[in-house]
Nanobody
Framework: QVQLVESGGGLVQAGGSLRLSCASS????????IIWHRQAPGKEREWVAI???????NYAASVKGRYTISRDNAKNTVYLQMSNLKPEDTADYYC?????????WGQGTQVTVSS
């Protein structure tokens, strides 16, 4: 059973930066992709960034140019570097690891951006 643990959330002022981590108990090289999602209060969960096993990345339009997803296979960790944060980025952030047969979610980390 793979476990994912997110960390790095917190309170930051608008314009600031945070780096989130998603640490896996298993090898991240075994996943097809790892996707960061977020869920703001009263809103549906939405994806924000994806990194594939091969290293290709993609971003939601709302975060493109401000967020960077990366991976460290040796540490079995995926990162989400968030810059120029806006109050509308306030949400719980989750990572999702996908395989051919199962998906794994972490428990989330809270990000609050004050104006």
């Amino acid at each position: 059973q793979v476990q994912l643990v997110e960390s790095g959330g917190g309170l930051v002022q608008a314009g600031g930066s945070l780096r989130l981590s998603c640490a896996s108990s298993g090898s991240i090289s075994s996943f097809n992709s790892i996707i960061w999602h977020r869920q703001a209060p009263g809103k549906e969960r939405e994806w924000v960034a994806i990194i594939s096993r091969g290293g290709s990345t993609n971003y939601a339009a709302s975060v493109k140019g401000r967020y960077t997803i990366s991976r460290d296979n040796a540490k079995n960790t995926v990162y989400l570097q968030m810059s120029n944060l806006k109050p509308e980025d306030t949400a719980d952030y989750y990572c999702l690891a996908t395989t051919g047969s199962r998906n794994y979610w972490g428990q989330g980390t809270q990000v609050t951006v004050s104006s």
